[in-house]
């Protein structure tokens, strides 16, 4: 059984590659996934492009555990030197838009489930939601489905890890900062020009640091990423706008690093965009974890950001493929690392379940 689920999901991946799926445009590909469930005689609903389902003895008694991925992707870059919606096998990649972000991943855990879908008197439900929107973070994705799915106690994320155990993940709180001066012609004097003056403030970014340190997942990065001002040659601005990008370890709540830069930051004016992409983690001692390290998986911290964000319940992103490859030109991922995917998740889940 495990043989042909992995040989469907493959082809499953095929066609999910060859189908535009850009974030919140996801529809086609969703209908791929309703046909994978139908084929194999299971139930599932939609709510918008997320299709989700439950095992066929779930038990309200029981904990729930959900597996997710996403199927939506960023839009391709100009690098590609391969049809980025061609699904293309070379020398055992399989190459496309989506392969390794998070079609391998995705496929993976529906066929996971699948394998599970019929098995009585398990230990945990299981819930699993094909997500939209995951690249752009949107209202209608994971996030939307969690007021609609059963209760979840614990949850497998799929992205690529090289099925390394990521136990914890960083947040992300992006802030909107002014650095304000004076207006004047660039003929006169200005003592308070406004440029000048978002020296010292890039400086500060630069080097502050954040008191809390992670062993997992280090300190907080916090990269000052776009600067804007002036409209012409001849004009001082009065204010610069600035774009900090920090990356929140789990030591840290999202608010306490808007408090905290509110409030000792040089800006005239510092502002987060949102406080809901949180850090996560599971324990180190959660049965997932330790039935990953008795198979031999590695443990780490991921600085990359995932669907993660919005669950409030432990989590491990876990997935074949390497985040390295993932919004590169010429995707791909290797057939192999999916059929140890699965191979994986199901020796994982026995072990839980």
């Known amino acids: 059984m495990i043989e042909s689920l992995t040989t469907e999901a493959i082809d499953l991946l095929k066609q999910l590659i060859e189908t535009q799926s ?56 100009n690098g590609y030197t391969k049809d980025p919606f061609k699904a293309i096998v070379e020398d055992g990649k399989l190459y496309g838009l989506g392969s390794n972000d998070a079609g391998g991943c995705l496929v993976s855990l529906i066929a996971t489930f699948t394998y599970f879908y019929n098995k009585k008197n398990l230990n945990y439900n299981l819930v699993i939601v094909a997500s939209a929107e995951e690249e752009s973070s949107g209202p209608k994705g994971l996030n939307s489905m969690l007021s609609i799915i059963p209760k979840v106690d614990v949850a497998i994320v799929g992205e690529p890890t090289l099925m390394n155990l990521a136990v914890a993940e960083k947040g992300l709180v992006v802030f909107d900062a002014k650095v304000k001066g004076t207006a004047s012609h660039a003929a006169h004097p200005n003592n308070d020009n406004s440029i000048y003056n978002s020296i010292a403030v890039l400086n500060w970014f630069k080097d502050y640091k954040f008191e809390r340190k992670s062993p997992v997942l280090g300190d907080v990065k916090m990269t000052v990423t776009q600067i804007n001002a002036g409209k012409q040659h001849n004009a001082v601005p009065a204010e610069v706008d600035l774009v900090i990008d920090v990356r929140v370890n789990d030591k840290y709540s999202n608010q306490e690093i808007a408090d905290i830069l509110t409030q000792k930051s040089p800006c005239s004016s510092i502002t987060p965009r949102s406080l809901r992409l949180n850090s996560s983690s599971i324990p180190i001692n959660h049965d997932l974890v330790k039935a990953g390290i008795e198979l031999g998986r590695e443990t780490y911290g991921s600085p990359t950001l995932s669907d993660q964000s919005v669950l409030t319940c432990p989590s491990l992103k876990l997935g074949p493929g390497d985040s390295t490859r993932s919004h590169t030109a010429d995707e791909f991922i290797y057939l192999a690392e999916i059929e140890e995917g699965i191979d994986l998740y199901i020796k994982l889940l026995e072990k839980v379940l």
């Open 22 to 77: 850009f974030s919140s445009e996801e529809d086609h590909t969703a209908l791929l996934i309703e046909n994978w469930f139908t084929s194999h005689n299971i139930p599932f609903k939609r709510n918008n492009h997320n299709i989700w389902t439950t095992n066929k003895y779930f038990d309200e008694s029981r904990p729930t555990l959900l597996l997710n991925s996403h199927h939506d992707t960023v839009k391709p870059n």
